[in-house]
Antibody, heavy 121, light 108 residues
Framework: QVQLMQSGAELKKPGASVRVSCKASGYTLSTYGFTWVRQAPGQGLEWMGWISTYNTDKKYARTFQGRLAMTTDISTSTAYMELRSLRSDDTAIYYC??????????????WGQGTLVTVSS | SSELTQDPAVSVALGQTVRITCQGDSLRIYYASWYQQKPGQAPILVMYGRNDRPSGIPDRFSGSSSGNTASLTITGAQAEDEADYYCNSRDNSDNHVLFGGGTKVTVL
């Protein structure tokens, strides 16, 4: 069965960087990309970006331009999301999701369990 | 870029029907997907494409679309359907992805 297993909670100081991993299993990686979404406390879902595992094409939300990097390691079926220059308002749960992106849709059909990132001095 | 607009909250009596809507220019071109999120849990996909349900999603959930509005309908709402529901689609302006602000569904 499809599973996405994310790394554990992180506590970071302002200005630091965080890297969250997402290990996929149960399917052929190149068929789907990864989308990263975050959710601040009590807030809705915010799309951060998407990376293809077929050709490493990437799209980042403008909000994160310059601070965000997404990569994949096909050999270990793992996706990574790194966010730099952290601020207190980056405190959120970060989710990875398996994403099917086509001409007509962008659907996240399986999600990781989420990783809480807390930014505090 | 575009945005997707959802009503913040709706309520429905147990066993009745509720429609959750999602409005945005991108929906004139792209399909919406719908996600259910219960407190403390990750979202799960409940509807995608024209009107497709993932395996394991009850058939009381259905989807439709007209113009710039996509809808998720729960026919015969159950207590376990109480959750936040989010729509998403591709963004027609820059090939990015949009999420709606979410609708909190309360089953009375």
């Amino acid at each position: 069965q499809v599973q996405l297993m994310q790394s554990g909670a992180e506590l970071k100081k302002p200005g630091a960087s965080v890297r969250v991993s997402c290990k996929a299993s149960g399917y052929t990686l190149s068929t789907y990309g990864f989308t990263w979404v975050r959710q601040a406390p009590g807030q809705g879902l915010e799309w951060m970006g998407w990376i293809s595992t077929y050709n490493t094409d990437k799209k980042y939300a403008r909000t994160f331009q310059g601070r965000l990097a997404m990569t994949t390691d096909i050999s270990t079926s793992t996706a990574y999301m790194e966010l730099r220059s952290l601020r207190s308002d980056d405190t959120a749960i970060y989710y990875c999701a398996r994403a099917y992106s086509s001409r007509w849709t962008h659907t996240c059909d399986f999600w990781g369990q989420g990783t809480l990132v807390t930014v505090s001095s | 870029s575009s945005e997707l607009t959802q009503d913040p909250a709706v309520s429905v009596a147990l066993g009745q029907t509720v429609r959750i809507t999602c409005q945005g220019d991108s929906l004139r071109i792209y399909y919406a997907s719908w996600y259910q999120q219960k407190p403390g849990q990750a979202p799960i996909l409940v509807m995608y494409g024209r009107n497709d349900r993932p395996s394991g999603i009850p058939d009381r959930f259905s989807g439709s679309s007209s113009g710039n509005t996509a809808s998720l309908t729960i026919t015969g709402a159950q207590a376990e359907d109480e959750a936040d529901y989010y729509c998403n689609s591709r963004d027609n302006s820059d090939n990015h992805v949009l999420f709606g602000g979410g609708t909190k569904v309360t089953v009375l």
